[in-house]
């Protein structure tokens, strides 16, 4: 089907689908939320686009592939799939732009994923928010690519950045996996050059931080102003739930 992007403020890595095909996919799939991912695609003119599964290097139009996180949300158009336009930067997404999109469920759960913050500066927020990001990494996004740029908001203020080195299912390789309850996010460290004698810089090592995701009893996201007539099954369907403490 094919969708045109909207960028709306938000500070998850999920999108949100027009009303009606929100309820088409619950109501056709009873496991749509549980694959969460939708696979979009569109033409670019870049010749060196990021995408959330690698780069393209062609030239002239190339055809652009990214599998992005949904958790039953709706948007507020039924022409328009919405993203959060740092979502939509990460991967080389602009407003407007026609994208096909396609419900995948032959993603498999991610077991580890290996990240390098972007600057020195995400990684101390991340080793300093470690136990935050363990109990809300899944409202944030579910699915990860290898090679992809994924932004993640500290207690909806912080934006960091982390770039997906690998991506490991059941112990194999692989392009992407969805987030799941106990999958492990190994952090490469990334420290800053101190200075030493003689104006000299030098590079101390860190030792990088393992999170285990925690599991939520529900998703809960940031829910678009329904349309005047009423709200639709799937917004009320992506609503809720308090993360689960503990391991």
């Known amino acids: 089907m094919k969708l045109k992007v909207s960028l709306v403020a938000g500070k998850t890595c999920f999108v949100s689908l027009p009303p009606f095909l929100a309820d088409d996919l619950l109501n056709r799939h009873g496991d749509a939320l549980k694959a969460g991912a939708i696979e979009v695609t569109w033409a670019s003119q870049n010749r060196s686009a990021e995408t959330a599964i690698g780069r393209a290097t062609q030239s002239g139009p190339t055809q652009q592939v990214a599998l992005l996180s949904w958790a039953g949300g709706s948007s ?28 995948r469920k032959d993603v498999a759960a991610a077991t580890r994923i290996s990240v390098e913050p972007v600057s020195e500066d995400d990684w101390e927020v991340v080793e300093l928010n470690a136990e935050h990001l363990e109990e809300q990494l899944l409202n944030q996004v579910r699915l990860v690519s290898a090679g992809q740029l994924l932004p993640l908001w500290i207690r909806a203020s912080t934006l960091v950045r982390l770039s997906v080195v690998s991506v490991s299912c059941g112990g194999r390789g692989a392009r992407f996996g969805l987030l799941g309850p106990d999958s492990e996010v190994v952090v490469a460290p990334k420290v800053r050059a101190r200075r030493e004698g003689a104006g000299g810089m030098r590079k101390t090592r860190g030792k990088g931080a ?38």
Not at 78 to 100: F, M, Q, Y
Not at 212 to 236: D, F, G, I, K, W
Request: hydrophobic share 40%; glycine share 6%.
């Open 76 to 103: 507020r158009s039924n022409e328009h799939l919405e993203i959060s336009p740092t979502l939509a930067e990460c991967i080389g997404l602009h407003d407007e732009v026609v994208v096909e999109v396609r419900l």
């Open 210 to 247: 393992l999170l285990r995701v925690h599991a939520l009893h529900a998703l809960r996201l940031p829910l678009p102003t329904p349309p005047a007539a009423s709200s639709s099954s799937s917004e009320r369907a992506a609503a809720g739930g308090e993360p689960a403490k503990g391991r």
